[in-house]
């Protein structure tokens, strides 16, 4: 496995960017060695940047290695791993302070194009007969106040078919105008989404995705809707995107 590591320099501050989930200990001792190198060259903080472009578990010092407690137990390069990582970082630094050019090595593979291994614990989606992937199983109701919180129910498909990278499940719109505008999605503070197996028959097994939106109080009144992302998985593995949407609502001020 080929590691990226870098050494930075923005101004007065230093960061040390490494490919591991670091401890504190860890990463006291990695900012000082970088620090030390750079002190002279109008650096006054460092910073330890880690999982950066790439991720190999976690990085403790040799001490904390001997324990054996749950993030050595994860530092899969051994009890030398934290020393090896000043030592690379501390030859990055003392070259970002003289100029030198550094060889940069052999090039990490690129997997951004590799997708998640699939999920096996999935077969295939199914839903009750005369429905749609993405239908509406409970609506949200017509008109809501500031405070309250709005609810809908889709048939879905299993979440692990897309994980969604760099997109969301769902979106809360707002109407402005003629247009649909997103004030709301998975990531936000004000949403969860719950999804769970459902027996639709008893020779199906489906699921379904509830959407919970938390109206903030500072809402601006208007109409809204809640529009649904899927894939549902057939019995021959073929994978096919679905939408589902919400009837309209009526925000208003508390």
Request: charge should be negative.
């Amino acid at each position: 496995m080929t590691l990226p590591f870098h050494v930075v320099k923005i101004g007065q501050f230093a960061f040390a960017a490494i490919p591991f989930e670091v401890t504190v200990g860890a990463g006291l001792i990695l900012r000082k060695a970088v620090m030390d190198e750079l002190a002279g060259h109008g650096v006054t903080h460092t910073v330890c940047l880690a999982y950066t472009n790439a991720y190999a578990d976690y990085l403790v010092t040799r001490d904390e290695y001997a324990l054996q407690d749950y993030e050595a137990g994860f530092t899969i390069f051994g009890p030398w791993s934290h020393a090896a990582t000043v030592q690379i970082t501390t030859e990055l630094a003392k070259a970002l302070a003289v100029g030198q050019t550094v060889d940069h090595g052999p090039m990490p593979e690129d997997n951004t194009a590799v997708t998640p291994v699939e999920p096996h614990w999935n077969k295939l989606d199914e839903v009750p007969e005369g429905v749609q992937f993405g239908e509406v199983a409970v609506d949200v109701p017509a008109q809501v106040v500031a405070g309250d919180t709005v609810n809908v129910t889709f048939w879905a498909a299993h979440l692990a078919n897309d994980f969604m990278l760099g997109k969301s499940f769902f979106l809360v719109e707002r109407l402005e105008g003629d247009a649909w505008v997103a004030v709301a999605n998975d990531n936000s503070p004000s949403t969860k989404l719950f999804w769970e197996r459902v027996k639709c028959t008893p020779a199906k097994s489906c699921s379904q995705s509830r959407v919970e939106w938390k109206v903030p109080e500072a809402v601006l009144p208007g109409t809204y809707r809640i529009s649904y992302k899927g894939v549902w998985k057939a019995a021959d593995g073929i994978l096919t995107p679905f939408d589902g949407m919400s009837s309209d609502f009526d925000v208003q001020a508390k």
